[in-house]
């Protein structure tokens, strides 16, 4: 069983900045970023590897996001830099104990999900 308990979300103007965290309970595999913005499916974000820390991202996210961990393995963060308008949206974490590196941008491959938190970018 894991636990996840997000926060950081907020309203930001675009070119700004926001940090998410993810509190994590419990051993995973991976762990990952989605949003959803209004109408629109969910989406990945990014991923990390909880034991050797390597991390993917989607392209559109590529050199402005970036995905970490701390060193106890209790939190995931997610540093979002440069933001637009085009990355409003309710960020989810999830956590996959048994996701393996193929399926990792696909929401299925997560079996914890936490709450959700809202990211709001104005232009």
């Known amino acids: 069983q894991v636990q996840l308990a997000e926060s950081g979300g907020g309203l930001v103007q675009a070119g700004g900045s926001l940090r998410l965290s993810c509190g994590v309970s419990g051993p995973t595999r991976f762990m990952a970023w989605f949003r959803q913005a209004p109408r629109k499916e969910r989406e990945f974000v990014a991923a990390i590897g909880w034991n050797d820390r390597r991390t993917y991202y989607t392209d559109s996210v590529k050199g402005r996001f970036t995905i970490s961990r701390d060193n106890a393995k209790t939190t995931v963060f997610l540093q979002m830099n440069s933001l637009t308008p085009e990355d409003t949206g309710v960020y989810y974490c999830?956590?996959?104990?048994?996701?393996?590196?193929?399926?990792?941008?696909?929401?299925?491959?997560?079996?914890?999900w936490g709450q959700g938190t809202q990211v709001t970018v104005s232009s």
């Open positions: 999830a956590a996959g104990t048994r996701t393996i590196q193929s399926s990792l941008g696909q929401a299925s491959a997560y079996n914890y």
